[in-house]
């Protein structure tokens, strides 16, 4: 089963959650991996403290001009829907920040004057503890395409792991990254918290999910703050809440250590016990 983790907005507690959860099922001898997917920005790593035990070099694919037989047609151009390709009087420019690896400019090339080679955009990391895995995509300084890392995550967790509960603790928002985090997934549980920005947010991820037909239920987080508009909301679009993570300071302070929290906190412990029970009803 791949579960990820999702939301609207940045600092709702996805990695609060997903940490939680990796530690809490492998509790109960489960075999789980996390996957953090938050390339730009990873920090599971903090809260599971494994050890390092394989990190690999991640490239994507990207065209290089090769001028030996290249008549200059502009056909690569024309066929590059990301403008990372551009037809000069004298030259092919490729600009691989903005190349998605599509591979049309190469295979549509007449003359193969577009080869495909590999540069470094990142790596994967995999931490392993006494009942855990956690796996991490990490983009390099200075990149500014997270995707290709983030399926290549995904990718090496599938490979790996078969077998295991995998969570996949996505990045915020609603773009790309989040879609391709999500698409492939059984489920999506959407982190939000009580408040009308913490709704506002939640009606795109809500949007998002519904345009991949993907099957998702709300965890709120901080509930007590705010109004009940999510919970009206979910209630009128009739969409599952699988739990409600109480505002607690204590568990702010916990967080601010890096320390796992369901240990300490009996209702943080009984949320989590509401997930895995919803997440053994998953079909």
């Avoid at 939000?192 to 999910?209: I, K, Q, Y």
């Avoid at 601010?256 to 989590?272: A, R, T, V």
Wanted: net charge negative; hydrophobic share 35%; aromatic share 8%.
């Amino acid at each position: 089963m791949k579960i990820t983790i999702a939301s609207g907005k940045g600092g709702t507690g996805k990695t609060t959650l997903s940490t939680n959860l990796t530690s809490y099922l492998a509790s109960q001898n489960r075999k789980v991996v996390l996957a953090d997917l938050d390339v730009e920005e990873p920090n599971s790593a903090i809260f599971l403290k494994g050890k390092l035990k394989t990190e690999q070099v991640f490239n994507k694919m990207v065209p290089k001009w090769d001028s030996t037989d290249c008549t200059l047609c502009g056909k690569c151009a024309e066929v590059c829907n990301f403008n990372a390709i551009i037809d000069l009087p004298n030259e092919i420019r490729v600009y691989p920040a903005l190349c998605h690896s599509c591979y049309a400019c190469s295979e549509l090339c007449p003359t193969n004057s577009l080869p495909m080679t590999p540069e470094r955009i990142g790596e994967i990391c995999e931490y392993d503890s006494d009942n855990f895995s956690l796996v991490e995509g990490r983009l390099d300084l200075g990149q500014e395409m997270a995707v290709p890392l983030i399926a290549g995550t995904i990718d090496f967790v599938d490979e790996k792991f078969d077998g295991y509960i995998k969570l996949l603790d996505a990045p915020p928002g609603t773009s790309c990254p989040v879609i391709e985090a999500s698409r492939y997934s059984d489920f999506v549980f959407l982190i939000t918290e009580s408040t009308p920005f913490g709704l506002n947010d939640l009606r795109l991820a809500v949007e998002t999910m519904r345009v991949l037909k993907q099957n998702f239920g709300v965890i709120i987080n901080r509930y007590g703050i705010g109004d009940n508009g999510v919970e009206e909301y979910c209630q009128v679009e009739n969409i599952p809440i699988v739990t409600k993570v109480h505002n607690d300071k204590e568990v702010a302070k916990l967080y601010s250590k890096g320390e796992l929290i369901y240990p300490k906190i009996e209702h943080f412990k009984n949320s989590l016990d509401e997930i895995v029970e919803f997440i053994g009803g998953i079909k």
